[in-house]
């Protein structure tokens, strides 16, 4: 049996997301089915907010309804000091924890062999000038453990080897290849005081 096609097409758009495939997209798009319309209508006016309001930051390309996030707007945090992430959710992670009081940078992606040279410098050089001008004393580097990861770490820090800047990196008490956001509160934190 074939469903409808504006059911279809409900199951292909949620099929879109992340670790979303066909049986599960079946039973997001039948569940909405049985929404009341104002529950719909408030999901979708949500989802065109979300896609409208929410910006990059200016500074380290953390999600914002400004031009600047919170934590670059606070005063109070460390500003000698960058934690480097590749994605937004693990600001997130560590805010929730607690465990680090400076700023962060989103690098986006890590560095691959099929990344172009002005790709990459797109990537890294915004970090770069921002740790020149504004008179960093240390990057930590909070990526994923794994080869892209290390070579994005290595890059920077070779690009960073004539400043005055620590370049650090989590302690290895987080497993290679494992993302933080599944990692235990005291394995982070140990990592962050550990770091070398």
Sequence with gaps: MKYPAV????????????????????????????WEK???????SNLVDAKEKINKCQECNNITMAEKCDICLDEKRDQTIICVVEDIK?????EDLQVFQGKYYVIEENITPFLTSERIDKLVEPLIKKAREEEVM???FALKLSIEGETTMAY??????????KVTKLAQGVPHGADID??????????FVERK
Excluded: C, H, W
């Design 7 to 34: 059911l279809e097409q409900l199951i292909e758009n949620f099929q879109q997301l992340p670790g979303i495939g066909k049986k599960t997209a079946e039973r997001m798009a039948f569940a909405v089915l049985k």
């Design 38 to 44: 104002k529950e719909i209508e408030k999901f979708s």
């Design 90 to 94: 693990k600001i997130k992670t560590l």
């Design 138 to 140: 240390e990057i930590i």
């Design 156 to 165: 920077i820090t070779k690009l960073l080897e004539n400043d005055n800047i």
């Design 182 to 191: 599944y990692i235990d509160a005291l394995t982070i934190e140990r990592a």
